[in-house]
């Protein structure tokens, strides 16, 4: 599929494998989420440019390869996202954090927003937007609606899991913004929920349910 990175290093695939268990308790529910959020973290970042400075080293001097100057926002897609953004900010400590708060409309599976609060100097920035499942990309659609008007300078979005429908229908929405995963799962059910999927991502990662 066009646009979609799919995640398939061996790590990945097992932390994954575990969390889809469903006697994974929620402790290491969280603990697999940080883990291979920061692997996700990494693949996402790859192409961040590098510069060169001159430093010492206890031996002599060289021009050593630093971050160009990127200001990344990591924008965590309420209340899951807050599982990825974690591991994500333990490989970029310097990253700024933005929130966006939707709750899915049980009838019409339609998302709604309820909070919205980003860093400043957007234009300047390069968004991270993660939410650990991807399934009908009606409320990642909605977030990266409001993300754009605050005019980034590109967002990538990364999730756990993803439903074919949900690829198809975000990119149709938003054919610019990639999508890191670790996985494309089967199918949609008929409440919405990923098949084979891990169930509900933020029941699991707050132990809610
Ligand atoms: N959200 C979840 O947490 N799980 C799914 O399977 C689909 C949406």
Redesign the pocket.
Known sequence: MKNVTVIKHPLVQHKLTLMRKKETSTAGFRRLLQEISMLLGYEVTRDMPLTYETIETPITTMDAPILDGKKVAVISILR?GNGIMDGILQLIPSARVGHVGLYRDPETLEAVEYYYKVPEQMEDRDVIAVD??L?TGHSAIAAINKIKQSNPKSIKFVCLLAAPEGVKTFHEAHPDVDIFTASIDSHLNDH???VP??????DRLFGTK
């Open positions: 899951a650990p499942m399934a919405g929920y990923i999927g891990l169930g509900d991502a933020g």
